[in-house]
């Protein structure tokens, strides 16, 4: 196998990973499960999904959790704990910290933060969590 038919390969695989980590996104996602998934060793699994997304796969599982987080305060009326519980997180406390070391803000006050841009006109941009 070339290098670069190797290399396709491992961008398909982390491709049908990625898919799959969103679908199982509330589950425990420990590095060895998702190798064995890939059918590749834990090592190579690691170096494939980093040079393919530029995250470790842990990494990556807490950025989607936060985006996932950062989306169901903003369209929804969930509260804190059901979005907790949603994502995985056995303890809202948990969870709250995780959001404020990614957002820098607690979720509490990201929706509140979110609820006042709204009715000031202002655009919230998603990505940044800034406004516009």
Known sequence: MTKESALCLMRLTIKDILDWIECNIATPLPLSALAQK???SAWHFQRGFKKV???SPGVYIRYRK???ARDLLHDT???????AMQL???EQSTF????REHYHRTPGQ??????DKRYSGLEVNRVTGTHR
Request: glycine share 10%; charged share 20%; aromatic share 18%.
């Open 38 to 40: 890939s059918g590749y």
């Open 53 to 55: 997304t530029g995250m």
């Open 66 to 68: 936060m985006v996932i």
């Open 77 to 83: 009326n969930r509260s804190i704990t059901e979005i």
């Open 88 to 90: 995985g997180y056995r």
């Open 96 to 99: 709250c910290r995780a959001f």
């Open 110 to 115: 990201y929706r509140l933060w979110v609820k």
